[in-house]
C-alpha cells in the first residue's frame, strides 16, 4: 500500500512534474504551468492569480459554479494549442 508520503515522494521523482511550461492565455493574459504529454494529454496548474484572471472562470463564479467542476477554460485551451502550433510548447511522452 502506498502512503500518501510515499506518493509524494514518487510524485517529485517523476520527470513528468518537471517539464510544465508557462504559457498566456491571449484574452485575459492569466498564466498557468502547462505541460504537453500527447496531442489528447495536457496538464494544466493554475494559480490562485490565474484563476482569478480567467475570465471564463470569473463568469462561472460569478454564477455560483464552483471553478474545480469546470472542464476549463476555452480561450486559454487555444492559447495552449497556439503555443504548441508555435514550438513554444512542447509535446514530449512521459
Known sequence: MQTRANA???ARNDPRFDR??????AECGATVLVAKFSPQHTSVQWSLPA???????????AAG????LSDGCG???SSIDAAVRDGRLPVEAP
Do not use: I
Open 8 to 10: 509524494t515522494t514518487s
Open 20 to 25: 510544465p511550461q508557462p504559457v498566456s492565455c
Open 65 to 68: 459554479e464552483q471553478t474545480a
Open 75 to 77: 480561450r486559454l485551451r
Open 51 to 61: 484563476m482569478r484572471a480567467c475570465l471564463e472562470f470569473g463568469v462561472l463564479t
